[in-house]
């Protein structure tokens, strides 16, 4: 079956950097666009980033553009976001999602559990 794992948050300070990745299996991973999304405490889920198959295509919200990377090794089924200049509000649950696009990371079925990233000093 379909499983994502996420990894690397934790606690950073304002201004500092974090690398978050995610391990796709049970499916073709080089074959499907991939994004990341993320929710905030109280809050609904938004959509942060997607790459396409290859690698290519990236795009961003407007919230994290010039400061998140979002990169892919499809020989090794996993999906990154480099995180860098944090701010208090990007403090939240980052997802991995299968599929490329806002409305496409929000409505799939696909996402992994989740890992915690909080911003503060």
């Known amino acids: 079956q379909v499983q994502l794992v996420e990894s690397g948050g934790g606690l950073v300070q304002p201004g500092g950097s974090l690398r978050v990745s995610c391990v796709a299996s049970g499916f073709t991973f080089s074959t499907y666009g991939m994004s990341w999304v993320r929710q905030a405490p109280g809050k609904g889920l938004e959509w942060v980033s997607s790459i396409s198959t290859n690698g290519r295509v990236r795009t961003y919200a407007d919230s994290v553009t010039g400061r998140f990377t979002i990169s892919r090794d499809n020989a090794k089924n996993t999906l990154y976001l480099q995180m860098n200049n944090l701010k208090s509000e990007d403090t939240a649950l980052y997802l991995c999602?299968?599929?490329?696009?806002?409305?496409?990371?929000?409505?799939?079925?696909?996402r992994g559990q989740g890992t915690q990233v909080t911003v503060s000093s």
């Open positions: 999602a299968r599929g490329y696009g806002r409305e496409a990371a929000i409505a799939t079925n696909y």
